[in-house]
């Protein structure tokens, strides 16, 4: 009896271990779905069915790769991405990366604001642009007066809202036999409205804003522990500190494409099913869900929304402004308070504030979003690039990239490259 209960204490102590390792690479992971995500693996979901399932297994090892990298980088030098960046590309490449960089990003935060209000609206009847600021505002309050590490708590307790859309799974009837052959790719149609759609995954699922973030937030992750330092000045705590970004980011990468395969399996078992196929918005897709699904399984896809907007809008804002003060040299970290690092919190209002400000502007949001989506495209390859030059330069020490995880990296800026050559072609065309 005595061997049983230490048995089980020793499960939980070891499931509580686990647990204990996971921050930066999940919070990435869930705000990769953020309100615009949603809406793109909702249109692949509606528009092709289960034959783009395959999209997302081929993508996962690539995410889990450069954002390792990504990692890697922030907590063996101690710096983030765009200082080390500078090391190895003129400072004026680094300025305009960084500064197409923040235009997709504020596009991006205006289009997940006003999914989050238009959600709102859906759910209570609540005026969308009343709620469109409330959330705008309670995200900017979040960012400039709570400090890093409950800060830090409240985006990781985020992270569950996205579990609303496996939940929806269990609402509706799947054809499990068609969910595994999209898996594979036995039924891919490859036709040119399709390939326009793999583009948006494979651009909304490995963005620049992500690298930024991790690698900023393994910074934080040193800056606030006494007893911790960047890898190559304490390299005896490089054992511990890679397994935790290695458990870290397969969980945050895992999560991130398994609520993605949520989202596309079910509205391909009941948009796609009813001949539903065109969806503009995460709104749209919820609002079309009603008729099909039900009150409840909308409310669920609402509520989703709303609280993977919560989640993913300060890592946008804050990946613009953790990526200008490091090319311009001002002190950043969501733990200092506005007036100690006026210039990080300035882009971070900025962005909020220009974001917010495209919901009254003549720029059609929808438009904006595919177009943030094609610039987020394009400055992926030199930042990749960059990032794998960084990974097996001498900043790294005696901790450069091995053979697979350089080999899985430089693969990842290989396929972000075709996608972003076929996203101009397609948006040329």
Do not use: C
């Amino acid at each position: 009896m005595n061997q049983t209960r230490k048995s089980r204490l020793k499960a939980r102590l070891h499931g509580v271990a686990v647990l204990n390792q996971l921050g930066p690479g999940l919070i990435t992971g869930a705000a990769d779905d953020d309100p615009s995500g949603i809406a793109t693996y909702s249109q692949a979901g509606a528009q092709g069915g289960f034959g783009l399932l395959w999209t997302l297994l081929l993508t996962f090892p690539l995410m889990v790769a450069i954002q390792m990298v990504s990692a890697l980088i922030g907590r063996v030098t101690g710096k983030g991405l765009a200082a080390n960046m500078a090391k190895v590309l003129p400072r004026q490449v680094v300025g305009l990366l960084v500064a197409l960089l923040f235009v997709a990003n504020t596009v991006n935060v205006g289009a997940d604001l006003a999914a989050m209000g238009e959600a709102a609206r859906l759910v209570t009847g609540l005026n969308a642009h009343a709620a469109t600021i409330f959330f705008a505002l309670l995200s900017l309050t979040l960012q400039l007066f709570i400090p890093y590490r409950r800060y830090a708590r409240i985006l990781t307790v985020l992270t569950f809202s996205l579990f609303a859309y496996v939940a929806l799974l269990f609402m509706i009837k799947l054809d499990w036999l068609a969910i595994g052959a999209g898996l594979i790719g036995l039924h891919a149609d490859l036709d040119a409205s399709a390939a326009t759609t793999i583009v948006a995954i494979f651009g909304t699922t490995i963005s620049p804003y992500l690298f930024f973030w991790q690698s900023a937030q393994e910074v934080e992750e040193v800056d606030q522990h006494a007893d911790q330092h960047a890898l190559v000045d304490a390299p005896r705590q490089a054992p511990k500190a890679i397994e935790r970004i290695r458990i870290d980011t397969f969980a945050g990468m895992f999560a991130s494409n398994f609520i993605a395969m949520a989202i596309m399996v079910a509205t391909a078992a009941t948009l796609h099913a009813h001949g539903v196929t065109n969806i503009n918005t995460a709104a749209d897709a919820a609002k079309a869900l009603e008729p099909i699904a039900g009150r409840f399984a909308f409310a669920l896809f609402s509520i989703g929304i709303i609280g993977t907007g919560l989640l993913a809008v300060p890592v946008l804002a804050g990946s613009s402004a953790y990526a200008v003060g490091d090319a311009w040299g001002f002190k950043t970290g969501l733990d200092s308070m506005p007036w100690q690092a006026t210039g990080f919190y300035a882009v971070i209002g900025a962005g909020m504030l220009l974001g917010l400000g495209m919901l009254w502007s003549p720029l059609d949001p929808i438009k904006a979003l595919y177009w943030s989506a094609v610039i987020n495209g394009v400055v992926a390859v030199p930042v990749m690039a960059a990032l794998m030059i960084v990974a097996s330069s001498k900043a790294m020490g005696k901790f450069k990239v091995g053979p697979l995880l350089g080999g899985l990296g430089w693969l990842s800026t290989a396929v972000m490259a075709a996608a972003a050559i076929a996203m101009i072609y397609v948006s040329l065309s």
